[in-house]
């Protein structure tokens, strides 16, 4: 009698409800967040990569493959400043695909740990570009 008396009542019922509601919520929103904060970083790569190129493309033709190295980590260290971003890396190449033109690309990668999504899964968030 008691079960059935509860099992019919209907106050207070969106109290439950948003308890039941609120975790998932809460999670996606984190997710959101750290979705956002990769995001940002990415953007500050590709702005610190195109910067990078842009000043390498001057005497990249008179360089070798590890003055080029050098100068390009140099360059981009001191243009990227992101301390949630992690194991970023870059990597130069320099080709001459005809005579008196050259190409110079720049990527870069690295990752940003999650502090939301972790509990959906995801630990970190990868991200590259390319100059």
Do not use: C, H
């Not at 940002?40 to 790569?45: D, K, N």
């Not at 972790?118 to 100059?131: E, N, R, V, Y």
Request: proline fraction near 5%; hydrophobic fraction near 45%; charge should be neutral.
């Amino acid at each position: 009698m008691l079960l059935d008396r509860f099992l019919r009542n209907s106050n207070g019922g969106v109290a439950p409800m948003l308890a039941l509601v609120a975790l998932p919520l809460f999670g996606f929103v984190g997710a959101a967040v750290d979705f956002g904060r990769a995001a940002s970083t990415r953007v500050a790569l590709q702005s610190a990569l195109d910067a990078t190129a842009l000043i390498l493309s001057k005497d990249a033709p008179n360089m070798s493959g590890a003055e080029l190295a050098q100068k390009a980590n140099a360059y981009f260290q001191a243009e990227f400043n992101r301390p949630e971003a992690s194991n970023v890396t870059l990597t130069p190449e320099f080709s001459t695909p005809t005579d008196g033109n050259f190409q110079l690309k720049v990527t870069g990668t690295g990752t940003v740990k999650t502090m939301f999504a972790t509990m959906l899964g995801t630990p970190q968030i990868t991200f590259s570009d390319t100059a």
